[in-house]
């Protein structure tokens, strides 16, 4: 079992940034890590996936160059770095695992692909 914890949520302005923190427990390289987010009426899509062991990062085709997904293995955390961020990025956004061979470049982004999920945490970026 992996527990996920979100936080770093917030109301911001548009232009602004957010950094959002991912707890994880246990941490392991044999896990890989992605952010997934979610509003009304629209299916969950996917946002960034790290490889703990080699660093190897993946991004959704919205994300532009404004996000960058990192950790810091002696804080058991993966964090997302959110810049520039804009209304259409109002959302819920989760951190999600997965065994590393159950995923690859075209499937990271298929939210069924991923066991277990935190609850979330809001991002509002009012225009």
């Known amino acids: 079992q992996v527990h996920l914890a979100e936080s770093g949520g917030d109301s911001v302005q548009a232009g602004g940034s957010l950094k959002l923190t991912c707890r994880v427990s246990?941490?392991?390289?044999?896990?890989?890590y992605a952010w997934f987010r979610q509003t009304v009426g629209r299916d969950r899509e996917g946002v960034a996936l790290?490889?703990?062991?080699?660093?190897?990062?993946y991004y959704g085709d919205f994300v532009e160059g404004r996000f960058r997904i990192s950790q810091d293995y002696a804080r058991s955390s993966v964090y997302l770095q959110m810049d520039n961020l804009q209304p259409e990025d109002t959302a819920m956004y989760y951190c999600?695992?997965?065994?590393?061979?159950?995923?690859?470049?075209?499937?990271?982004?298929?939210?069924?692909?991923?066991?277990?999920w935190g609850q979330g945490t809001q991002v509002t970026v009012s225009s």
């Open positions: 246990p941490y392991s390289n044999s896990n890989v």
């Open positions: 999600a695992a997965t065994f590393w061979t159950r995923v690859d470049r075209a499937s990271w982004l298929l939210p069924s692909k991923y066991g277990y």
């Open positions: 790290l490889y703990p062991g080699s660093g190897a990062t």
